[in-house]
């Protein structure tokens, strides 16, 4: 099994950027789907961006043209880069592998937008 660790979580205002990183042990990441979803305080987690084994990617709608899914299967390792930030975009995100009809996630890290 893959165990995920995510970093580069921060207090950022509101127009900076922040990358986003997500670790992987225990397996190669490359055999996996990845993904990056968020959850705010009172709501459910939602996907954010998410790139396929080939590398074709897809955004939530709030965050397309500023936030972009990049993969390094040579480091191992899934990046999230977030441009323009937003009050909005304050939330814990979570990396996110599936395989075989099994979710593997890390522990989070939180970003915190401010104005």
């Known amino acids: 099994q893959v165990q995920l660790v995510e970093s580069g979580g921060g207090l950022v205002q509101a127009g900076g950027s922040l990358t986003l990183s997500c670790a992987a042990s225990g397996s190669v990441l490359s055999i996996y789907p990845m993904g990056w979803y968020r959850q705010a305080p009172g709501n459910q987690r939602e996907l954010v961006a998410r790139?396929?084994?080939?590398?074709?990617?897809n955004y939530a709608d709030s965050v397309k043209g500023r936030f972009t899914i990049s993969r390094d299967n040579a480091k191992n390792t899934v990046y999230l880069q977030m441009n323009s930030l937003k009050r909005e975009d304050t939330a814990v995100y979570y990396c996110?592998?599936?395989?075989?009809?099994?979710?593997?996630w890390g522990q989070g890290t939180q970003v915190t937008v401010s104005s």
């Open positions: 996110n592998a599936q395989r075989n009809g099994l979710s593997f």
């Open positions: 790139i396929s084994l080939g590398g074709s990617t």
